[in-house]
């Protein structure tokens, strides 16, 4: 009786909360599933909507340029995220130690990610403007190139580029959230593997990292989430070019319902782009379990 | 709560009052580009006149970068009564609107005489099927601007009147050691490139469609892809084109960094203006060359237009907006960053005055302006080209390759 009061209530409570995750993420989604199996348009003109199976998945799918776009979005997420992963927690480590004025620079390194992305990368397109782009300016005058060149106007370079701008704005972020972790590593811990003869290395490896594991994986599923799902830097800084050498996955999303205006064609990219990041996400939980259990053993 | 209601009647109230009154009072909602034409001060100092002259109409203006013209007024036409009233809209547009319905048909609004009047480059604009959807108010091509001081300390007289002449010119000034890369165009992958690929197409004759079916393989289309190309092999064309738009062209060349551009009208009053150009009084504009025993001059149609959304509620309001805009007294006054759609414009003294050469360009770009491909997937066609192109001119690929491949893509769309 009194289980059964209880089990009511918890619905209850939950319902509001069920509701409101109902209304703006589980409608869409379902919507956008059931859009990507048809063949609707954008039009001021109403047609009927027509059910097409899998035919917009298979276009998508046999599209070679697509599946490029797909190898090129994997690139910059592991490149990007890796190396955010990398900085963060290395900048994390060093302002964990106590040294004069570690607080402003605690301060100062979250200024790159609070700067809109829109703006980050609008100052990072003029930053490798090949006529007057800081960059060129700094790499002649140390004499490392001997001409102006042109950065992001390369689709050798032009990719790097972009990731670099990427991390520059996003390290921070993976930053904070290694030192906010550090701070929580037991000092005695530390002390006794040294005592017991563990030099820096060997005491980051194994008692460090894998105490800071656990939040870093989580805002390193964030960030992976994000980096493959890029637009927004891109979109401004390169346009996709030059010859669709930064041109990721999202682009293909935007495309054909913006300026193809084929709703039906952009669902199923969307539903491509989600599922490949849910595949990705689950690939890192499963191994941050192995991790953990590895740690414990 | 029963303060919430009140506010929520009040505001119920409020909003059936405002719409009883639409006519008198309205606010429209217009989009334009802030980017070549009219600049944002010519536009805001013409919508003031037309606020003053018609008392109880605001007109609430949006300027966005030409890449996001097209996508705002595609991404407004679900926006209900709450969308655009006005939009500026490319002439590479209308047969696609027109088939989605996101314009209104204006054909009966436009006055019978007006037809004659106006130059037929510009009502291809707004035309799609037989029916207007707008007016047409930009009338531009791109022309030949060419730097004196530096054709001059060439030994070069007169400018080019074949493309063959402009790369042989070009060479001259490159051996002379004057620049070391007299030409600048807006070559990144965009819309720009595709408009200076078009006028090159035109000198050479070629076409993009032949009954449905993409001929870009060959012909014209072919040649001025090879031609692009063999300018940058030369080093006569300045490598960083690849990135630039139409406003890094303007730059290099009022730095006086290129002998020759590719550009819209606007490029004429700047690069002639002292603040804004180093070159100013060195400047002269031609009609684009032509091809010898092809054409005499070449030209691509980038003329735009106004219309009015499916979707707005001030259809009448926005019409006389519109009527407003492109008539022949206001186009003649704002006549150095965009040129009239008026036939009579152009022997119009106060059009004339002060560019004279530019008025005797335009007379002869408007008679051979040549359209890009009128078709409903415009947008998709070009972003192929763009895209394949680009590869040739970052030798990432042969000219026939790249028009092969972009053809079988255009074959592919649905």
């Known amino acids: ?297 | 709560m029963k303060a919430i209601n009140k506010l929520i009647l009040g505001s119920a109230i409020a909003t059936l009052a405002m719409s009883s009154t639409a006519l008198a009072d309205t606010t429209l909602n217009a989009l334009f580009m802030s980017q070549a034409a009219y600049s944002e001060d010519d536009i805001k100092s013409m919508t003031a006149q037309f606020e003053a002259a018609n008392p109880g109409v605001k007109v609430s203006l949006e300027f966005v970068p030409y890449e996001a013209l097209h996508d705002k007024i595609v991404a407004a036409a679900g926006a209900g009564e709450d969308g655009y009233d006005v939009v500026l809209y490319d002439v590479i547009w209308p047969a696609e609107f027109a088939t989605r319905g996101f314009l209104m048909d204006v054909t009966d609004r436009i006055p019978a005489d007006y037809t004659d009047k106006i130059f037929d480059g510009a009502w291809t604009t707004v035309e799609y099927g037989g029916k207007r959807y707008g007016m047409p108010w930009i009338l531009d091509t791109k022309y030949l601007f060419y730097n004196t001081e530096i054709l001059d300390k060439a030994g070069i007289s007169a400018p080019p009147k074949t493309w063959g002449e402009l790369a042989e010119q070009a060479r001259q000034i490159k051996a002379k050691g004057v620049l070391e890369y007299p030409l600048v165009w807006s070559w990144s992958q965009s819309e720009a490139m595709i408009c200076d690929f078009t006028t090159l197409t035109a000198a050479n004759n070629g076409a993009f469609f032949e009954e449905g079916q993409p001929a870009f393989r060959q012909g014209g289309a072919r040649d001025a892809v090879s031609f692009m190309k063999a300018t940058l092999d030369e080093g006569l064309t300045n490598p960083a084109s690849r990135e630039y738009f139409e406003e890094d062209v303007r730059r290099v060349f009022s730095n006086g960094e290129a002998a020759f551009a590719l550009n819209w009208t606007y490029m004429n009053a700047l690069a002639n203006d002292p603040a804004e150009s180093k070159v100013a009084g060195k400047v002269k504009v031609a009609p684009a060359p032509g091809v010898d025993g092809k054409s005499t001059a070449s030209s691509v149609n980038g003329s735009m237009g106004l219309g009015i959304p499916s979707n707005s509620p001030h259809a009448d309001e926005a019409w006389a907006y519109i009527a407003f805009l492109t008539q022949k007294d206001i186009q003649d006054n704002y006549a150095k960053l965009s040129l009239p759609i008026w036939k009579a414009s152009y022997s119009e003294p106060k059009v004339m005055e002060g560019q004279e050469d530019l008025i005797a360009a335009a007379k002869e770009s408007i008679s051979v302006m040549y359209p890009r491909p009128l078709v409903p997937s415009y947008t998709e066609v070009s972003d192929i080209l763009q895209k394949n192109i680009h590869e040739v001119l970052l030798d990432q690929t042969g000219v026939d390759e790249a028009l092969e491949a972009a053809a079988a893509r255009v074959k592919r769309i649905r």
Do not use: C
């Not at chain 1, 990292?209 to 939040?215: E, K, N």
């Open chain 1, 1 to 297: 009786m009194f289980g059964r009061r209880r089990k009511q209530e918890k619905w209850i409570l939950l319902a509001p909360a069920i509701l409101v995750l109902a209304l703006i993420t589980l409608i869409p989604l379902a919507n956008t599933f059931w859009l990507s199996f048809t063949d609707t348009r954008i039009s001021a003109i109403p047609s009927p909507v027509r059910f097409i199976g899998l035919e917009n998945y298979i276009y998508a799918l046999t599209d070679p340029e697509f599946r490029e776009a797909l190898y090129r979005t994997l690139y910059f997420t592991i490149v990007s995220v890796g190396l955010e992963g990398i900085l963060g927690v290395a900048v994390a480590v060093l302002l964990n130690q106590k040294f004069r004025g570690h607080l402003i620079l605690r301060a100062l390194i979250i200024l790159p990610w609070a700067v809109p992305t829109i703006v980050n990368a609008v100052a990072w397109r003029l930053i490798y403007h090949p006529d007057y782009g800081a960059l060129n300016s700094l790499l002649f005058q140390l004499g490392l190139i001997s001409d102006y060149r042109s950065w992001i106007g390369d689709p050798a370079t032009a990719m790097n580029m972009v990731i670099l701008a990427d991390v520059w704005k996003n390290f921070p972020l993976v930053a904070y959230v290694a030192l906010a972790a550090l701070q929580t590593v037991p000092a005695d811990l530390n002390k006794a593997a040294a005592i017991e003869g563990a030099g820096p290395w060997k005491r980051f490896w194994s008692i460090t990292l894998p105490w800071i594991m656990g939040p870093l994986m989580v805002v390193m599923v964030l960030r992976t989430i994000e980096a493959f799902r890029v637009f927004d830097i891109i979109y401004v800084m390169t346009g996709g070019g030059p010859a669709d050498s930064t041109k990721t996955a999202s682009f293909y999303v935007y495309q054909e319902y913006f300026n193809y205006l084929r709703s039906g064609s952009g669902a199923s990219y969307a539903v491509l782009v989600a599922g490949i990041s849910a595949v990705l996400i689950l690939f890192y939980y499963s191994s941050a379990k192995r991790q953990a259990t590895g740690a414990t053993a």
